[in-house]
């Protein structure tokens, strides 16, 4: 939620800052704002997206090379021109960026109001850089030290950059809970929420840790804790190119997201599947492996696309290697008083690597000893760092706010992972164990056949374009995949859509039906694909409309069905990888024919880093 960038070096400031503010987007799309010191301190700030920014200051002066901008996700104040960042201290001395949630705010506005300080906005924000200039007026504090001492004082999440007109050549940067990155090249920096913004200029890359602030002059970099010690970066390399945050001649994100999955899928697998030798190996799993072979149990915790990409991992773990899983919401989790113990494994997921609500979830399972597990796809992130072992997924830069390539990765691991514990407990015989490495490998050529139903898919999302409701149906591993496809119409079209078990629907969903409804199947010739069947008959016999997800030349379902998509025979287990294809592609279709922004829908953000 919210990006942050900011640029110190030989180069003008704005155009970098305003090309990462445009990376940044899928992050948070409410408002947009500059800061550029050059003698002056100059903010320029604009409700709307960073083009309507872009607009904004065509005619204003943005020389200067420090500078810093932000893209926003509106939590505290309505998104308007006065709460855009960056927001100014009472003299316009300093200025700040941030992205994450000040919790004490309103006690510290109650006493800065007090010492008659006016505030301009309704931000959590506002209130820290009028903090850090109180300390700075009132003691014998320089802006670092002030800085420091403003952070100590405040409860909550940030990624913050701060800049001071009195010091014209110095870019604070700290961090608690929400991202920083620090790009390091020749004689600049950058400072960034990820590292799209900063590729293009260097590898070189250092992550702050939480506490962590980064000061920045001269050409010089120290970092330091909020308690006062200096610490050493660990500068990195990124592994990330150019190519994968461009659009590469695809109308969206999305979509080539969408067609990268083939590649993707692929990724997640490469060398981790030795299918002579009969080994599957997650080099990330490590020592724990023991762990996994002994819990008692494994509770999943994830949120959004990468939640249902869980609900798939249970089905696989209990299947395959006979553990018993629980799937958990983060946010809930976090909240209830569950009971962990040192012999439960939890699996985290997480795209981004930054949900607030995962973080918080890992936490407190961590604090009762069980053994955590990340599943991320974002390199260096806060998730991976915070868990005792994992994988990444390898599906490249996801940009789309809506998840695709990256649910397919993450269900591809933990078909991985699941094959990898039942091989080792012996829960699964070699034929079987065989058989199914053979066919996962084989899945990107088969999603690479279910894109060729691009165009029919495309012509059979005119017809439901003026559509104000969906049904999607699944049972078994076909489940998660209705929710997933439930959920991608929904963000990105705004049709109301819900996901339902198949046998589930005669227990309410039902009411709805009729000739309005579409109601889209997965009915590939799998265990349930009988049950399946007299599902569809029960929506056929109240006039609804199907849209069946079948197994290629499957004839029983194209005769009752109004509209079928094929797909390859497969294993139930590796099902999800292919069904969820084409329901990706029918929701991308349907919200472009609707005019929706499918790569930043209302709303939404990609990187969730507030509760
Ligand atoms: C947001 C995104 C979703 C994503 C969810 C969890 O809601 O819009 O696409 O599934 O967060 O994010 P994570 O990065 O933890 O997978």
Redesign the pocket.
Known sequence: MCGIVAYIGQREAFPVIIKGLHRLEYRGYDSAGVAILNGELNVYKKAGKVSDLEAFVKEKNTSGTIGMGHTRWATHGEPNDRNAHPHFSETKNFAIIHNGIIENYAAIKQELTQRGHKFQSDTDTEVLVHLIEEIHNNGKFDFDESVRLALNEVVGAYAIVILSKKDPNKLIAARKGSPIVLGIGKDEFFVASDATPIVEYTKNVAYLNDGEMAIISDGELTVKTIGNEITIPYIQELEMNLEAIEKGGYDHFMLKEIYEQPRSIADSMRGRIDSKGLRVRLGGLGEYENKFLNAKRVIIV??????HAGLVGEYLIEDLARMPVEVEYGSEFRYRNPVITEEDVVIA???????AD?LAAIELAKSKGATIFGIC??VGSS?PRATHAGSYTHAGPEIG???TK??TAQVTVLTLLALQIANRKGTITASRFQSLLNELESIPEKVEKVLKANDAIKKLSEKFVKARNFLYLGRGYGFPVALEGALKLK?ISYIHAEGYPAAEMKHGPIALIDEEMPVVVIATRNASYEKVVSNIQEVKARKGVIIAIVTEGDTTVKNMADYVIEIPECDDILLPLLSVIPLQLLAYHIAVMRNCNVDQPRN?????TVE
Do not use: M, P, R, Y
Request: hydrophobic letters at 40%.
């Open positions: 994830g949120c959004g696309t990468s939640w997921i997480s795209q981004s690597g930054e949900t995962t796809n974002v998730i706010v809506a998840s990256a649910f963000e939404l953000a990609k990187s969730v």
